[in-house]
């Protein structure tokens, strides 16, 4: 009985209130594990009035891609650059922003 409730409703990680989406939550469950995330981030006036940096990069970059995607934009190179050079510019290194990239084109929402 007890494991057919866990499956039937199974426990949340609690997010901060702006992170409310599937996407968000990839952004932010993905920049929260990396090390010294501030200093990866692009310098920039933030939307988020809080001290976590990974639930403002999240929102900085959901904001970026959903500015510039355009529709059926995966799989088309040139829209698909411009959704990397988004994530490209909250994030400062090449490496984070590939992986980010690769997440962001994973996610439905986007």
Do not use: C, H, M
Not at 9 to 38: C, T
């Amino acid at each position: 009985v007890e494991l057919t409730r866990k499956v039937s409703q199974p426990e949340q990680a609690s997010y901060p209130a702006p992170i409310n989406s599937p996407a968000r939550r990839a952004l932010y469950d993905n920049l929260k594990a990396v090390e010294g995330l501030e200093e990866l981030v692009v310098p920039r006036d933030w939307a988020a009035d809080t001290a976590d940096v990974a639930e403002k990069a999240a929102l900085a970059l959901d904001d970026a891609i959903r500015q510039v995607k355009k529709a059926d934009w995966r799989g088309n190179k040139f829209k698909e650059r411009e959704v990397r050079k988004a994530v490209k510019a909250v994030l400062n290194d090449e490496a984070l922003a590939e992986s980010i990239f690769e997440i962001v084109k994973a996610q439905r929402d986007y």
